[in-house]
T-cell receptor, first 110, second 114 residues
Framework: QQPVQSPQAVILREGEDAVINCSSSKALYSVHWYRQKHGEAPVFLMILLKGGEQKGHEKISASFNEKKQQSSLYLTASQLSYSGTYFCGTVSSGTYKYIFGTGTRLKVLA | DAEITQSPRHKITETGRQVTLACHQTWNHNNMFWYRQDLGHGLRLIHYSYGVQDTNKGEVSDGYSVSRSNTEDLPLTLESAASSQTSVYFC?????????????FGQGTRLTVV
């Protein structure tokens, strides 16, 4: 079952902040975040591992609540380049496959 | 530079025809995945492979098949194309067995079944 992301879509002005949530019904081993520009391939942003380790983007932060099986992506002081669709990719404990969420469309206006 | 390429980028086919979408990666990754992307559903896993001769069904595998005869390629076959299979298809690869590394995606194939 796919992780559920919220909100489905959000519109921001440059400089504003946004939070994107990802919730899974399964126990998670790690959470990955990707951003996809229109007509392009998804591009890796960051990985969050059990135990709190993070790997990835310098200007975007995220959290991973293992007990609640949730992750949140924090976009601060948004830039025009942040526009796109954001996907969380989850790896469940005991499996070796990426299951992606439903996506969140984000648009940043000047 | 290592890369992952999909072909064709666009394809129109008729209902009932067999179609094969190609995916080729030069990362030397053992893990390879196929997803379809539809509005409102995000990326849904079709099939995946952990290495040569290994294939596994994903969440939406009905009507699709894959084969893995070498490390570089994982072609996706639609046995008898249906209009419900109109979608954008993405191939991805990652290192094995560590899934705590990023997945690299191809540029996608837009398939239209008429």
């Amino acid at each position: 079952q796919q992780p559920v992301q919220s909100p489905q879509a959000v519109i921001l002005r440059e400089g504003e902040d946004a939070v994107i949530n990802c919730s899974s019904s399964k126990a998670l081993y790690s959470v990955h975040w990707y951003r996809q520009k229109h007509g392009e391939a998804p591009v890796f942003l960051m990985i969050l591992l059990k135990g709190g380790e993070q790997k990835g983007h310098e200007k975007i932060s995220a959290s991973f609540n293992e007990k609640k099986q949730q992750s949140s992506l924090y976009l601060t002081a948004s830039q025009l380049s942040y526009s796109g669709t954001y996907f969380c990719g989850t790896v469940s404990s005991g499996t070796y496959k990426y299951i992606f969420g439903t996506g969140t469309r984000l648009k940043v206006l000047a | 530079d290592a890369e992952i390429t999909q072909s064709p980028r666009h394809k129109i086919t008729e209902t009932g025809r067999q179609v094969t979408l190609a995916c080729h990666q030069t990362w030397n990754h053992n893990n390879m995945f196929w997803y379809r992307q539809d509005l409102g559903h995000g990326l849904r896993l079709i099939h995946y492979s952990y290495g040569v001769q290994d294939t596994n069904k994903g969440e939406v595998s009905d009507g699709y098949s894959v084969s893995r005869s070498n490390t570089e390629d994982l072609p996706l076959t639609l046995e008898s194309a249906a209009s419900s299979q109109t979608s954008v298809y993405f191939c991805a690869s990652s290192e094995y067995p560590d899934l705590n590394t990023e997945a690299f995606f191809g540029q996608g194939t837009r398939l239209t079944v008429v």
